[in-house]
């Protein structure tokens, strides 16, 4: 049966891609049309509605081919970390099913702090690794799992001096390294699912996986907002929160100004693109990858470089991510439209600038009297995040300087 779905998915995932493909070839054909027109002072409404359409239809493919991606590299609930002591599933079970509260539960699972129980090791695995599916911060940032509510990281913003000397030479004291301290406090994030006692009683559902993708996209919608605005404030602190600068210190992120308000420059737009890649050191470029959200793309979409050929192209296989002018692009709706002042574009190795932290444990409270006849299950996790490598992102800002 397994071979079958499989087989099935490949299937999906190919016919999803070749509509991609074939998207984008009608796209750059009707797009090239249209600037041909207007080079030809012609311009055509009717060319521009289709460009428009053609584009539509482009999103909703790639949409569609992520949703597949996404839902087949999730995990199987079939195969979970390590199997879990019968006794205890059992007693998870009772919980989630009745409120039933067991010795086992008490002993093994119960956080004792009137919060709820506490979810056995592997049903938080499991929750983590279908989280990490549908996140996309997720898939760019390092991710540390911390027992502490702060998360204290030292890092050094001068390095240690060096030198050189002859063989019997003296060797002055170097001056040591000059560190900072970092904290990352962990946020409650919390969401209730609601669930029919009908549903609770078929004993074919299996609830740890109803419980994951109940919560998994309410979860990763709230964090990515946060890893990409958030305040720090009783949330994780998004990296467009730190104050930026073209010429920045530790603790700012650098800025390449497009040098026109709201706009990417109106001649040549694709150097201020070159220009914040080449911002970045080169130790960091390897890995890096361009964040924006899908309007900004679709004005990207139609860059070509001096040769007339468009910087952007899409996947070529699945599972990979569209490019443009070599790196791989993410896309995040919370990152801001284009606007007088925006950072609508950032540009970096995320896994070596920005750290999130999962403090363990998982925590759920039945609640069947809050919404009857539904049961409620408060399901709270603890997550912080934010900037640990302030020259390992750089960010586009749409204003003069």
Same mark, same amino acid.
């Given at each position: 049966?397994?071979?079958?779905?499989?087989?099935?998915?490949?299937?999906?995932?190919?016919?999803?891609?070749?509509?991609?493909?074939?998207?984008?070839?009608?796209? %750059?054909?009707?797009? !090239?049309?249209?600037?041909?027109?207007?080079?030809?002072?012609?311009?055509?409404?009717?060319?521009?509605?289709?460009?428009?359409?053609?584009?539509?239809?482009?999103?909703?493919?790639?949409?569609?081919?992520?949703?597949?991606?996404?839902?087949?590299?999730?995990?199987?609930?079939?195969?979970?970390?390590?199997?879990? +002591?019968?006794?205890?599933?059992?007693?998870?079970?009772?919980?989630?099913?009745?409120?039933?509260?067991?010795?086992?539960?008490?002993?093994?699972?119960?956080?004792?702090?009137?919060?709820?129980?506490?979810?056995?090791?592997?049903?938080?695995?499991?929750?983590?690794?279908?989280?990490?599916?549908?996140?996309?911060?997720?898939?760019?940032?390092?991710?540390?799992?911390?027992?502490?509510?702060?998360?204290?990281?030292?890092?050094?913003?001068?390095?240690?001096?060096?030198?050189?000397?002859?063989?019997?030479?003296?060797?002055?004291?170097?001056?040591?390294?000059?560190?900072?301290?970092?904290? /990352?406090?962990?946020?409650?994030?919390?969401?209730?699912?609601?669930?029919?006692?009908?549903?609770?009683? !078929?004993? /074919?559902?299996?609830?740890?996986?109803?419980?994951?993708?109940?919560?998994?996209?309410?979860?990763?919608?709230?964090?990515?907002?946060?890893?990409?605005?958030?305040?720090?404030?009783?949330? +994780?602190?998004?990296?467009?929160?730190?104050?930026?600068?073209?010429?920045?210190?530790?603790?700012?992120?650098?800025?390449?100004?497009?040098?026109?308000?709201?706009?990417?420059?109106?001649?040549?737009?694709?150097?201020?693109?070159?220009?914040?890649?080449?911002?970045? %050191?080169?130790?960091?470029?390897?890995?890096?990858?361009?964040?924006?959200?899908?309007?900004?793309?679709?004005?990207?979409?139609?860059?070509?470089?001096?040769?007339?050929?468009?910087?952007?192209?899409?996947?070529?296989?699945?599972?990979?991510?569209?490019?443009?002018?070599?790196?791989?692009?993410?896309?995040?709706?919370?990152?801001?439209?284009?606007?007088?002042?925006?950072?609508?574009?950032?540009?970096?190795?995320?896994? %070596?600038?920005?750290?999130?932290?999962?403090?363990?444990?998982?925590?759920?409270?039945? !609640?069947?009297?809050?919404?009857?006849?539904?049961?409620?299950?408060?399901?709270?996790?603890?997550?912080?995040?934010?900037?640990?490598?302030?020259?390992?992102?750089?960010?586009?800002?749409?204003?003069?300087?």
């Amino acid at each position: 049966m397994k071979e079958v779905k499989h087989a099935v998915a490949s299937t999906e995932v190919k016919a999803a891609l070749h509509e991609v493909l074939g998207a984008f070839e009608a796209f %750059k054909d009707a797009n !090239d049309q249209r600037l041909s027109a207007l080079e030809k002072k012609q311009g055509d409404g009717l060319l521009d509605d289709k460009v428009a359409r053609i584009e539509d239809g482009l999103q909703s493919a790639q949409a569609r081919l992520d949703r597949i991606l996404s839902q087949k590299s999730r995990p199987d609930i079939g195969a979970p970390v390590k199997a879990m +002591p019968e006794e205890s599933k059992a007693a998870w079970d009772g919980y989630l099913r009745s409120g039933r509260v067991t010795m086992e539960l008490k002993a093994g699972l119960s956080s004792a702090s009137g919060s709820g129980a506490l979810a056995p090791f592997e049903t938080e695995r499991f929750v983590e690794r279908r989280l990490a599916q549908v996140s996309p911060m997720r898939s760019l940032a390092t991710v540390r799992t911390v027992g502490a509510g702060v998360f204290r990281k030292p890092v050094s913003t001068a390095g240690v001096v060096a030198g050189w000397v002859a063989e019997t030479a003296a060797r002055p004291e170097t001056d040591p390294a000059t560190l900072a301290l970092l904290e /990352f406090p962990a946020a409650d994030l919390y969401a209730s699912p609601a669930a029919t006692q009908a549903l609770l009683d !078929d004993s /074919f559902i299996n609830l740890d996986e109803w419980l994951a993708s109940e919560i998994e996209d309410s979860f990763a919608a709230q964090e990515t907002a946060a890893f990409v605005n958030g305040n720090g404030t009783n949330k +994780p602190r998004g990296f467009l929160s730190y104050t930026t600068a073209a010429a920045p210190v530790w603790g700012q992120i650098g800025h390449v100004a497009t040098g026109t308000s709201a706009a990417f420059p109106s001649s040549n737009p694709v150097d201020i693109l070159i220009d914040l890649i080449y911002a970045l %050191k080169a130790q960091y470029r390897p890995n890096a990858h361009f964040v924006l959200n899908r309007k900004t793309a679709a004005i990207i979409r139609k860059f070509k470089d001096a040769d007339g050929n468009y910087i952007w192209s899409p996947a070529s296989q699945a599972g990979a991510l569209p490019q443009v002018l070599g790196y791989p692009v993410q896309e995040l709706e919370d990152m801001p439209d284009v606007a007088a002042g925006s950072l609508s574009v950032a540009f970096g190795d995320f896994a %070596k600038g920005y750290l999130i932290v999962d403090r363990a444990g998982l925590s759920v409270l039945r !609640d069947p009297y809050s919404a009857k006849p539904y049961v409620l299950f408060y399901t709270t996790k603890r997550v912080g995040g934010g900037v640990q490598n302030f020259d390992a992102i750089k960010v586009l800002k749409f204003a003069a300087s």
